[in-house]
C-alpha cells in the first residue's frame, strides 16, 4: 500500500502549510500529492504549484469536478500539466451534486449521472490518445455540438498539442454501487469517500473482477496524538458539513453512504440538525465510532495497529490528509 498526501481544497485563503507538507512527502517517499476543489479554490492552479517546487511526487486530483469544464477543457489540463511536470499528472474526476452543479455551476446536474459520467471519461480518453478527431454521438457530450441552439459550423477537432502519455490515469470518485461498478469499467481507478477498513463488504459487489492494476485510493485523516477524542474534532466537523450540508435533505450522496456503512439513523439526526441551524450541535452528532474508523488519529502505537487493517484490504494508495509534518513522517516510517 503506497502512501499519498491529500491537501483538499483551500478554506478562507491559501494554506501557507500546504508546499512544506508537499515538499515534504516527497523527500519521505510518498508517491502522490492531491488536490481538491468545491466552489473556491480550483484543483489544478495549486497542483501545478507544487508540479513546480517537487520532481518525483505525482500529482493528482481528487476530485476535479466535472461540471466546472467541458470534458475537452479538463482534459487540457490534465496534458498541459502533465507535459510541465514530466509525466506525473493523476486526473481525479467526480460529478459532484445537484446542489453544487446547478447552485454554483449554474448547470442543470444529469437526468443519468452514469451516462454522463460515462460520456466524460470517453471525450477526455479520445483526446489523450489523439488517435482521430473527437466525436461522440452523446446524450449529455456531444461533439461537435449539434444542438438545436448551436450554428450546425461545429467541426471535429483533435489536440493541437500531442499529449505526452495517452494512457494517462484516470479516476473516478463515485459512491453509489451502480456508479463504482461502472468505476472499474471505465477508469483506471477509484477515489472511495469515507473507506473503512472494516466494512469493505459494504463495497464487495461492485468490486468484482477488478482490472489488473485497477488504483483504490481513499483518502483518511491522520493525526499522531495522545487525546484521540480532540484529534477526531476535524474528522466530526468534516463529517458534519458533508452529511447535513453538502446536498438537500432529500437527496444527498454522502448521506446515502453513511447509511449504507451502517449508520442509517445518525446521519438523518446530523442532516435534520445541520438544516435546522444547528451545526455545532450536528458535528457533535457524528458518532466517534464512524470518525474513528475512517481515520488514523491517536498515539503512535495505535496508528501502528489501525494502519494493518488498511493494507489488509484492497487499498493500493492511501491518501493521508495529515496537518502536520511530524504525522507524515509516523506513518511513513510505519509504512516502510
Not at 473516478?172 to 471505465?186: D, F, K, S, Y
Request: a neutral charge.
Amino acid at each position: 500500500m503506497r502512501l499519498g498526501l491529500a491537501l483538499g481544497y483551500w478554506g478562507r485563503r491559501p494554506d501557507p502549510a500546504h508546499l512544506a507538507l508537499a515538499t515534504e512527502a516527497e523527500r519521505l517517499g510518498y508517491t502522490s500529492v492531491w488536490t481538491a476543489e468545491a466552489w473556491g479554490s480550483d484543483a489544478f492552479t495549486p497542483l501545478t504549484w507544487i508540479a513546480a517546487h517537487t520532481s518525483r511526487i505525482r500529482l493528482g486530483t481528487a476530485i476535479a469536478q466535472m461540471a466546472a469544464r467541458s470534458p475537452t477543457a479538463t482534459a487540457m489540463h490534465a496534458l498541459t500539466l502533465d507535459h510541465l511536470s514530466g509525466g506525473r499528472m493523476m486526473l481525479g474526476l467526480g460529478l459532484s451534486g445537484p446542489q453544487v452543479v446547478e447552485g454554483w455551476y449554474g448547470r442543470p446536474f444529469p437526468a443519468s449521472p452514469l451516462t454522463a459520467t460515462r460520456e466524460y471519461v470517453d471525450v477526455v480518453r479520445q483526446v489523450l490518445r489523439r488517435e482521430a478527431p473527437v466525436t461522440l454521438d452523446g446524450r449529455f457530450h456531444t461533439h461537435p455540438y449539434r444542438g438545436p441552439d448551436g450554428t450546425g459550423l461545429g467541426r471535429a477537432l483533435r489536440p493541437i498539442t500531442h499529449p505526452l502519455r495517452s494512457d494517462l490515469p484516470l479516476l473516478l470518485g463515485a459512491e453509489g454501487p451502480r456508479n463504482v461498478a461502472q468505476t472499474t469499467r471505465i477508469a483506471d481507478g477509484w477515489l472511495p469517500l469515507y473507506w473503512s477498513p472494516t466494512r469493505t463488504d459494504v463495497h464487495r459487489a461492485s468490486l468484482t473482477d477488478l482490472p489488473e492494476g485497477f488504483l483504490i485510493a481513499p483518502m483518511a485523516r491522520a493525526k499522531v496524538c495522545d487525546d484521540i477524542a480532540e484529534g477526531l474534532l476535524p474528522v466530526k466537523a468534516m463529517l458534519g458539513f458533508y452529511i447535513g450540508g453538502m446536498g438537500h435533505a432529500a437527496r444527498n450522496f454522502h448521506a446515502d453512504l453513511m447509511a449504507r456503512m451502517g449508520y442509517a439513523d445518525e446521519a438523518r439526526r446530523i442532516q435534520d440538525l445541520f438544516l435546522a441551524g444547528r451545526r455545532e450541535e450536528a458535528v457533535l452528532a457524528v458518532p466517534d465510532a464512524f470518525a474513528d474508523e475512517i481515520s488514523l488519529v491517536g498515539p503512535r502505537e495505535r496508528i501502528a495497529e489501525r494502519l494493518e487493517l488498511w493494507r489488509k484490504g484492497p487499498v493500493t494508495d492511501l491518501l493521508v490528509t495529515a496537518p502536520d509534518p511530524h504525522t507524515l513522517r509516523v506513518l511513513a516510517d510505519l509504512n516502510a
